[in-house]
């Protein structure tokens, strides 16, 4: 069983170009997390999806950020025209299940994708 | 507002010996996990060990236990007969969901653990 897998490891961009970053969950997992971590940071969570539904995206910056789940094919975190401060490493994760009372679950995390805008 | 702390920014310690790492946080929900993720150089985010907060008695796998403390909000992890390979940042990581969602989570600050031989 393959773990959540993010493509590519690593990711340059000039300033003002896009970005695409992207995240397999485990299989039979359909909740994705996005989260990012600057340098010397803990990570800060993102955004939440669930298959072609954004759940909670109270993390995300109010512009140029943009998350999506299809119902085939990996979650997409896509940053348009980045700048220098869009440089981080973003990890993504999954869960297989959400709700209420207590789930003995965890979030498994993918090796993270790091952006480098030059 | 729910919050993670973890006081120790660095840490250092012999191989062979036992170092405790210090979290805190602070939370109204009353069933929850507690988590501590280990990132090597690898940046890979691993799970170190996981507390339920309705057990009162501490998670322990093999090296790594926990002192949880609900009363005090604490949530320490003691690492025993360190190895070189322990060496990382470890962060201590909480659901803002409580119980109900353990994939969105807030992480403390990190504290960077150096493994000495």
């Known amino acids: 069983n393959a773990g959540v897998m993010q493509n590519p490891r690593h990711l340059v961009r000039r300033r003002g170009q896009e970005a695409r970053l992207r995240c397999s969950p485990m299989k039979g997992h359909s909740h994705v997390y996005w989260y990012r971590q600057l340098p010397e940071e803990g990570l800060k969570f993102m955004v939440y999806l669930q298959k072609e539904n954004i759940i909670d995206e109270s993390g995300m910056p109010k512009e140029r950020f943009s998350a999506e789940f299809p119902k085939e094919g990996p979650s997409i975190l896509r940053i348009q025209q980045v700048v220098r401060g869009d440089s981080a490493a973003y990890f993504c994760?999954?869960?297989?299940?959400?709700?209420?009372?207590?789930?003995?679950?965890?979030?498994?995390f993918g090796q993270g994708t790091r952006l480098t805008v030059v | 507002a729910q919050t993670v702390t973890q006081s120790q920014p660095e840490m250092s310690v012999q191989e062979a010996e036992t170092v405790t790492l210090s979290c805190t946080y602070d939370?109204?929900?009353?069933?929850?996990?507690l988590f501590w993720y280990k990132q090597p150089p690898s940046r890979q985010m691993i799970l170190v060990i996981r507390q339920e907060a309705y057990k009162q008695q501490n998670a322990t796998e093999n090296r790594f236990s926990v002192n949880f403390q609900k009363a005090a909000k604490s949530f320490s992890l003691k690492i025993s007969d360190s190895q070189l390979g322990d060496t990382a940042m470890y962060f201590c990581?909480?659901?803002?969901?409580?119980?109900?969602?353990?994939?969105?989570?807030?992480f403390g600050q990190g504290t960077t653990l150096q493994v000495k031989p």
């Open positions: 939370t109204s929900e009353n069933n929850y996990y």
């Open positions: 990581a909480f659901p803002t969901h409580g119980s109900g969602n353990t994939g969105k989570l807030i």
């Open positions: 994760a999954s869960s297989p299940v959400t709700g209420t009372g207590l789930v003995n679950t965890e979030a498994f």
